[in-house]
């Protein structure tokens, strides 16, 4: 049997489907049921069971299970039994986070998960590429990556990057006529295959494989479920972390030691080492970062920003500068046509004359030349064409009669470089009528016209004659001058200006580059496309965070200017600059300018890197949108690349960090103020687990300096630890949104988290945990304020420093909140996970020391209410005491 390169598109359709009609429902049902989903086979997924079993290879959990054997083999049983039991429900804790916030960034996967146009039911749709099946046929146009192999059975200039298959890099020119006898991959023209890219054209295959059955997936290992890259603040926290332990190891040494000298049991002062240990070293902390950016981004999709790299949402926080596209991010993208410029007149739209022949071609060739359509009821395609056919569907020209009567027989896309689109339709009967007016053209014979549209400017520069209403004539300078002076006009008024030509053809020619020239010039259309409401309210919420909003755009700089001054981008003339006049500066003098330059027009994608790279060099972190598949290198340059959900083309979208659902500039602010609370949010948590672990420590010392028994049981330590720390901090990283963070400046980009004054705070809240377990202790030791009968014990002192260094740090997570003195406000009560948290620890401290029976498990003395209540009370003194510090700080700062 033939490859299918070597067949026709026809014998191609035959072999796959039977016949050459499209799938039928049934089919693509039974063919999905054949073949399986359009997917390559992925590594296995890890297990729960494995997940759970993974916990046990942290470091700290190994070194516990040593200490439960060594409590064991010393035979106290219950100790080792109850260590036992705390690993294994602190295990049980970390494999439900874990799953959870595998489980979330799954689904933002799915959401981010690459789609196709495909032909169903007699019409185009968009769906997962996976759901793709052999026999389908899939449109492409540049921007879109190939999602299966096939081959192409109509071909309107497709140009491929195949490099991640063959090597090559540059783009190959596709064909869809058959090859004869044998031809390696790179050479089958006629074919696409999965992983290519499409860079420019447009095109239509019959998907002839999928999946591991495609070539990239005969040579694919398995698809590693990829692992998500460490962010840099997790990095930070992993390095301060293994400095941490190291410093809390030799410190438990030396303490191990000095209890030995002081002739305690060796097993007991190991045990107790080891406990310390476990309880001082944050091992939670990068865990808690993974945990806290996976629902803050669950949060963020809800909002419309899908985060596609976790490292996003920390350079989210300290993003100084958000460079936009204009058309459909900060303006609607709804577009409607207002005027019309034909033969020297200005026409308001709804006064077009069909019975006009120059203005019924300028209406007819503004449908013919365009690719949008309106499918029962839903505009697909450019809003710019939409409004076109729109216009002309209002005057009751439709543009599905008059596609079928001047058949496309050939096109050269839109490129957002060249700015330029043209078609070539057979043209006959009475419409033949208004393009046959021309006096005299070189190409007399045959019904084949050029139809071409795009940029004012770029259209002028290859027009040589005008289309008036006595005829065709040269075109002189002042024509042209007239027609810029109009469209200066249109774009004041912030109008988005097409400029229409034409010229005939040789028939059957097939349209090059090089043919755009010599045209015949028609007419201008202008085009409303206001801005979105939310826009205005969104820039100026950037202003007053620091950010800079710049406006890049392809448009007009007039028309660009016009709507970055009604939305505050631009307050002068002066900030609006072109994409040619970056050309003509060096890197160094566009550094120079950037600052002053609010909104740059006329840019091509080259110029979106230059301006970012520009911004970066002086310590930004720049956010920048792109659609196109031009703008992937300018994506991967920014800091946070940000894709168009809605228009964007797929090549953006994988090329990007943040996907916006809804193309909106707003969504890119909100994300911002999303990434600065997530990283506030996160600094409370690990000031919240550091603080409780440096107030531990100083208890030890202190009861080590002036000879104190040990005032913590290894279980008590454990039991804190393991049980009721970790909620409290996930509970303070869903911190509801401080809207006040968009009033500060954005964070440095290099700033690292341990900042002096985050140390300072974590000193603080240390210190007071400290002295409050400390007195609890010496209460309990020395027997104050109880009754005479009950006396003093270092089980009862034990005990009581137990319970209050537990509650402490229930309590001080509500410090935590804020770098403000909240917690006598209502603001207190506005984080109901951390109440859950604070509420469920309670119940569990009060349990292990005042419940009676559990006194030999816990080893505690079980309290009375009288030495509860002081419990309780002296932790929560830690309350007033911080909040007042805080008082005095920000009275002292003032
Ligand atoms: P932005 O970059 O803000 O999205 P844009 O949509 O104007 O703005 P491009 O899509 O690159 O940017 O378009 C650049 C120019 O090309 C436009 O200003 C317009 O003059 C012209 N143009 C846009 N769409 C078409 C089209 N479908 N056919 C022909 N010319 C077009």
Redesign the pocket.
């Known amino acids: 049997m033939k490859e299918f390169y070597q067949m026709t598109s026809q014998e191609a359709k035959i072999a796959i489907n039977g016949s050459e009609a499209p799938l039928t429902e049934e089919q693509v049902a039974a063919n999905r049921e054949r073949y399986g989903p359009n997917a390559l086979a992925e590594g296995k997924k890890k297990s729960v069971a494995q997940i759970f079993l993974e916990q046990f290879k942290d470091f700290l959990v190994v070194i516990l299970i040593i200490a439960a054997i060594v409590s064991g083999v010393l035979g106290d049983f219950e100790s080792a039994a109850v260590i036992l039991i705390v690993i294994t429900l602190n295990a049980v804790l970390g494999t439900v986070q874990t799953v959870k916030a595998e489980q979330s960034l799954d689904s933002l996967k799915k959401m981010s998960a690459p789609e196709a146009k495909v032909l169903r039911n007699g019409q185009f749709v968009k769906i997962p590429s996976a759901e793709i099946t052999v026999g389908d046929l899939v449109s492409l146009e540049a921007g879109d990556f190939v999602p299966a192999d096939g081959r192409i059975v109509e071909n309107a200039g497709l140009k491929v990057d195949e490099s991640a298959l063959t090597g090559e890099s540059l783009g190959v020119d596709k064909d869809s006529r058959a090859i004869e006898g044998e031809a390696p991959l790179g050479d089958r023209l006629c074919m696409v295959y999965s992983g290519s890219f499409v860079t420019y054209g447009r095109g239509e295959f019959l998907v002839t494989s999928i999946g591991m059955e495609t070539e990239v997936g005969k040579i694919a290992t398995l698809l590693s479920t990829t692992k998500e890259k460490r962010t840099p603040l997790q990095m930070n926290l992993d390095n301060f972390g293994k400095k941490l332990s190291i410093l809390i190891l030799v410190f438990c040494g030396i303490l191990f030691g000095i209890s030995v000298l002081r002739g305690e049991a060796i097993g007991d002062a190991f045990l107790f080492a080891i406990a310390l240990a476990v309880a001082a070293i944050p091992e939670a902390l990068s865990s808690i970062v993974t945990i806290v950016l996976s629902f803050g981004t669950q949060k963020m999709a809800r909002e419309h920003a899908i985060i596609r790299k976790l490292q996003a949402v920390e350079g989210l926080g300290s993003v100084s500068v958000i460079c936009?596209?204009?058309?459909?991010?900060?303006?609607q993208n709804k577009m409607t046509v207002e005027d019309y410029y034909v033969h020297g007149r200005k026409i308001k739209a709804d006064d077009i004359d069909l019975n006009n022949p120059e203005e019924m071609q300028l209406l007819l060739t503004s449908m013919l030349?365009?690719?949008s359509s309106i499918a029962e009821g839903k505009e697909l395609g450019?809003p710019?064409?939409t409004a076109l056919i729109n216009i002309g569907s209002k005057l009751g020209v439709s543009y599905e009669t008059e596609r079928a009567a001047c058949s496309r027989v050939g096109e050269i896309p839109?490129d957002?470089?060249r700015?330029?689109?043209s078609t070539c339709n057979r043209i006959s009967g009475e419409r033949a009528a208004f393009f046959e007016r021309a006096e005299k053209s070189d190409v007399a014979e045959g019904r084949d016209w050029m139809l071409t549209?795009?940029?004012?400017d770029?259209l002028l520069d290859r027009v040589t004659k005008i289309q008036t209403s006595g005829g065709v004539r040269e075109i002189t300078e002042r024509d042209k001058a007239e027609i810029a002076a109009c469209n200066q006009s249109f774009s004041e008024n912030g109008l988005?200006?097409?400029?229409f030509a034409y010229k005939k053809i040789e028939e059957g020619l097939i349209p090059q580059l090089d043919d755009e020239q010599d045209l015949v010039f028609l007419g201008l259309i202008s085009m409303m496309d206001p801005p979105r409401e939310e826009s205005k309210a969104a820039v100026a919420e950037c202003i007053r965070a620091g950010i800079k909003p710049v406006?890049?755009?392809?448009?007009?700089k007039v028309?660009?200017a016009a709507i970055a001054k009604k939305i505050g981008i631009l307050k002068d003339e002066s900030e609006a600059c072109e994409g040619a006049s970056i050309d003509g500066m060096t890197d160094e003098e566009l550094r120079e300018h950037v600052d002053h330059i609010s909104v740059y027009a006329?840019?091509?994608p080259e110029h979106k890197i230059r301006i970012v790279r520009a911004w970066q060099d002086k310590g930004n972190i720049v956010a920048m949108t792109g659609?196109?598949v031009n703008d992937a290198p300018a994506l991967k340059q920014a800091d946070i690349g940000v894709a168009m959900g809605i228009t964007g083309t797929e090549v953006s979208k994988d090329a990007s960090s943040m996907i916006l659902t809804d193309d909106n500039f707003a969504t890119i602010v909100k994300a911002v103020e999303n990434g600065r609370n997530l990283y506030k949010n996160i600094k409370y948590a690990i000031q919240f687990l550091l603080s409780g672990n440096f107030g531990a420590i100083l208890v030890v010392l202190f009861a080590s300096v002036f000879a104190l028994p040990v005032p913590f049981a290894p279980v008590h330590l454990l039991f804190i630890n393991l049980l009721t720390d970790s909620l409290p901090a996930i509970a303070l990283g869903l911190e509801p949104h401080r809207r006040e963070l968009m009033n500060e400046k954005p964070r440095p980009a290099d700033e690292s988290i341990l900042t002096g004054e985050f140390l300072a705070r974590i000193g603080a809240g240390g210190v007071s945990i400290c002295v409050m377990t400390t007195v609890a202790f010496l209460i309990g030791y020395h027997g104050w304020f109880t009754a005479a009968d009950l006396g003093g014990s270092a089980l009862l002192g034990s005990t009581m420093a137990f319970g209050t260094l537990c509650v402490s740090r229930l309590f001080h997570g509500f410090n935590c909140k804020s770098d403000r003195p909240v917690v006598f406000t209502r603001k207190v009560w506005n984080n109901k996970w951390l109440i859950g948290a604070f509420v469920l620890g309670m119940i569990l401290i009060t349990l292990a020391i005042a419940c009676p029976g559990l006194d030999h498990v816990f080893k505690v003395q079980t309290l009375g209410l009288p030495q509860l209540m002081t419990v309780y009370g002296l932790a929560f003194l830690n309350i007033p005491v911080i909040q007042l510090v805080k008082a005095i700080r920000e009275k002292l700062c003032r």
Not at 326 to 331: I, Y
Not at 496 to 499: E, G, S, T, Y
Not at 551 to 556: A, V
């Open positions: 936009s596209d204009k058309t459909g991010t900060l303006t030349c365009n690719d450019d710019t064409e839109f957002s470089d700015k330029l689109m549209k795009g940029a004012v770029v988005r200006v097409l400029a406006m890049i755009t392809g448009d007009h028309t660009a006329r840019v091509s659609d196109g």
